[in-house]
């Protein structure tokens, strides 16, 4: 049978980049000795407060169709976040209630973008962002960056490669995989390279409140980005909520119109229980998110320790999110093999960096996301292995030295 082309364009590399964590999940149902650090899913419960939230509506009935668009009160909990969170100042018409960031990025792709458009994205990038534009039949274009500059974006780059299609420039800070943290300057020269070529600036900030070195800063809050600035955001990392499913959207008030006739012919709405449980959530103060925060800093500053402390491997010291890139590169494997080998002989599974775009080329992906106990054994075992290459290696330049 044939099926529509949009299956090809939403099979790209990055649909891909799973697969060793799959055989890992797999390996782990069945007993074996695994250690995970390749998925962002907090190994945190989500604050009891919210629970019981949830658990308060679900007893009182609140399991039937809420507005489309998002319940009011919540809409506005999420405006008033946002001012805290972004600096910029909106109301509850600047806001739908979405399923997960992930949902809010193939929303705003499809309200803004057309067949033939360009979309400009700095690499490294999310692994699914591929997918999203291609949906749309629109074309992602990357834009480099380099590891010996923290990864940080170049505005002028970026407006190198605006062309006659470009429509939109997709950004993500801090960004996963590599824990930038765009700064001010750069989000302002991004700003006013948008207002310039008169295109959208679509930003991922799911992890803006989970910063350790540098501030966020969003490109919604610059004077005149009001018009063309989509802010897409969730609750899933920093509030450990992955699983509940709970984003949003913020734009312009007609972005969010026709926002919310997609989400009325793709979804209807997230179930009440859970927007109930999303108020208490942006609005209470609760010890638990900072608590996390600051477990994700001493986590990140064990790792970077460990594994800069091992012969042939280096960190990028992330400033924000959680994940670690560790930069593998004079071990002379490759992403796919290093990560492969470790997998069979240590039983830890990491992320290759190669899907994430080529400038992650040398790189994997380490995740934050689990204990103390889990990373320690982690890099341990990571140690091991690397041992175990040098230890390899070495018989065969000691033959090369003595041959005639």
Not at 161 to 177: D, K, S
Request: hydrophobic fraction near 40%; charged fraction near 20%.
């Amino acid at each position: 049978m044939k099926y529509a082309s949009l299956v090809d364009r939403i099979a790209g590399k990055g649909a891909r980049a799973w697969d060793t964590h799959s055989l890992a999940s797999q390996r782990l149902e069945e007993g074996g000795d695994v250690i995970m650090l390749s998925v962002g899913d907090p190994n945190f419960d989500t604050p009891e407060p919210i629970v019981e939230a949830a658990v308060a509506s679900l007893r009182n009935g609140r399991h039937h169709y809420a507005p489309v668009d998002g319940a009011l009160p919540l809409r506005q909990a999420i405006a008033d976040y946002h001012g805290r969170i972004a600096g910029q100042k909106v109301g509850p018409d600047n806001v739908i209630v979405l399923a997960g960031a992930q949902n809010g990025l193939m929303v705003a792709a499809l309200c803004l973008l057309e067949p033939g458009d360009e979309v400009i994205s700095p690499e490294p990038m999310y692994v699914t962002y591929e997918g999203v534009i291609g949906a749309t039949g629109a074309k992602l274009v990357t834009v480099p960056t380099r590891p010996e500059d923290d990864f940080q974006v170049n505005p002028a780059r970026i407006e190198e490669a605006v062309g006659p299609n470009t429509r939109a420039v997709l950004i993500n800070t801090p960004n996963n995989p590599t824990g930038a943290v765009l700064r001010a300057d750069v989000i302002k020269g991004l700003a006013d390279v948008c207002r310039r070529r008169d295109l959208w600036l679509i930003c991922d900030e799911v992890y803006a409140a989970l910063t350790f070195d540098a501030p966020h800063v969003s490109p919604s809050a610059i004077a005149g980005m009001a018009d063309r600035a989509v802010t897409i955001s969730s609750l899933a990392k920093s509030h450990a909520m992955t699983g509940w499913r709970l984003g949003w959207m913020i734009g312009p008030e007609e972005l969010i119109d026709h926002a919310s006739e997609l989400a009325c012919a793709m979804l209807y709405g997230s179930p009440q229980f859970i927007q109930d449980a999303g108020i208490p959530a942006l609005t209470l103060e609760m010890t638990e998110l900072e608590a996390m925060k600051r477990e994700y800093r001493t986590r990140r500053d064990t790792v970077c320790a460990s594994l800069n402390a091992i012969d042939g491997l280096s960190v990028h010291k992330p400033e924000g999110g959680m994940f670690v890139m560790l930069d593998i590169r004079a071990t002379g494997l490759t992403c796919q093999d290093f990560m492969e080998q470790l997998f069979e002989s240590e039983g830890v599974s990491v992320l290759a960096g190669e899907p994430f775009g080529p400038s992650a080329a040398g790189h994997m992906r380490i995740t934050l996301a689990a204990s103390q106990a889990e990373l320690d054994e982690g890099c341990r075992r990571i140690a091991h292995f690397v041992e175990g290459l040098r230890g390899a290696q070495a018989p065969a330049q000691n033959r090369t030295a003595v041959s005639p």
